[in-house]
């Protein structure tokens, strides 16, 4: 990476770390249900239904599961990038709705925790999107990309 880069990234890094340390410690004198959790990366209906049809329509998708990463880039900063995957990382965290599986690595985890995950149709194009996002502070008007909370 370019040092002007690494340069942008070490104090939202850094945040970052302190943000999961404060959230360890509250998290551990304080036990939730897991329908109240924050740090659960939810489906909405629409997404679900999507995955469903997209099992049912097309048998090269049957089994595979959503993955959600975040990448660099984008017009915000950082953009969300959606794939069909059938692999399984070490580092990956999984989410399942009505048997649907949502896959996140661990790093994007870190910027979409307690984040929605939709299925928008539009004349101008059909896509999965993440609606809301608590570790955002912005982004542009397509949600493909966003400013991460420092």
Same mark, same amino acid.
């Given at each position: 990476?370019?040092?002007?880069?690494?340069?942008?990234?070490?104090?939202?890094?850094?945040?970052?770390?302190?943000?999961?340390?404060?959230?360890?410690?509250?998290?551990?004198?304080?036990?939730?249900?897991?329908?109240?959790?924050?740090?659960?990366?939810?489906?909405?209906?629409?997404?679900?239904?999507?995955?469903?049809?997209?099992?049912?329509?097309?048998?090269?998708?049957?089994?595979?599961?959503?993955?959600?990463?975040?990448?660099? &880039? =984008? !017009? %915000?900063?950082?953009?969300? +990038?959606?794939?069909?995957?059938?692999?399984?990382?070490?580092?990956?965290?999984?989410?399942?709705?009505?048997?649907?599986?949502?896959?996140?690595?661990?790093?994007?985890?870190?910027?979409?925790?307690?984040?929605?995950?939709?299925?928008?149709?539009?004349?101008?194009?059909?896509?999965?999107?993440?609606?809301?996002?608590?570790?955002?502070? &912005? =982004? !542009? %008007?397509?949600?493909?990309? +966003?400013?991460?909370?420092?």
């Amino acid at each position: 990476m370019s040092r002007s880069v690494l340069h942008r990234l070490t104090p939202l890094i850094s945040a970052r770390l302190r943000q999961n340390q404060r959230l360890l410690t509250v998290s551990s004198a304080v036990e939730q249900s897991p329908s109240e959790s924050l740090d659960v990366v939810r489906m909405t209906e629409n997404c679900v239904q999507r995955m469903k049809e997209l099992h049912t329509k097309d048998a090269s998708a049957e089994g595979r599961m959503l993955r959600l990463n975040v990448v660099a &880039g =984008g !017009c %915000s900063g950082f953009q969300y +990038f959606f794939l069909l995957d059938d692999k399984k990382n070490e580092d990956d965290r999984i989410f399942e709705k009505e048997g649907v599986k949502l896959v996140v690595d661990d790093i994007s985890y870190d910027f979409v925790k307690g984040a929605t995950v939709d299925y928008v149709q539009e004349l101008i194009r059909s896509a999965f999107v993440v609606t809301t996002n608590p570790n955002a502070e &912005g =982004g !542009c %008007s397509c949600k493909s990309s +966003f400013r991460a909370k420092q």
